[in-house]
Every structure is written in structure tokens, then in C-alpha cells.
């Protein structure tokens, strides 16, 4: 099977062109993975600390109450 050149330099730019953006796809989407798995955290220690007032808040209406 004989190749000619130019067909051997498409070839090759066309691999190299979706190995790129493979391999950049890929790292992007860790990135964000890890993005991802930060604001998940953070979104869980702010609604742990979003619950812990409500319930201060509760008991300070429900002292209130009781002096009222």
C-alpha cells in the first residue's frame, strides 16, 4: 500500500489535531471536576452553618415568646 506524501502529512495533521483536542478535553474536564467537587463542599459546610442558626434562631423566638 503506497502512500504519497501529502496524503501521509493529512493523515498525520488530522491525528495530531484530535489527539490535541483530546487530551485538552480531557484535562478540562477534570478541572472542572475538581471545580466541581470544591463547591460541593463548600456548598455543604455553608448549609451546615445555615442550619445551625436557624436553630438558634429558634430558640431565641421561642425564648422570646416565653417572656412576652
Avoid at 14 to 40: H, P, R
Avoid at 47 to 57: E, F, M, V
Wanted: charged share 30%.
Amino acid at each position: 500500500m503506497k502512500i504519497d506524501l501529502k496524503s501521509a502529512i493529512v493523515i498525520g495533521t488530522l491525528l495530531f489535531t484530535i489527539a490535541g483536542f483530546y487530551y485538552t478535553t480531557i484535562n478540562d474536564i477534570n478541572y472542572l471536576s475538581l471545580k466541581v467537587k470544591g463547591l460541593s463542599t463548600e456548598n455543604h459546610d455553608i448549609r451546615k452553618r445555615l442550619d445551625s442558626i436557624d436553630k438558634k434562631i429558634s430558640r431565641i423566638n421561642k425564648r422570646m415568646r416565653e417572656l412576652q
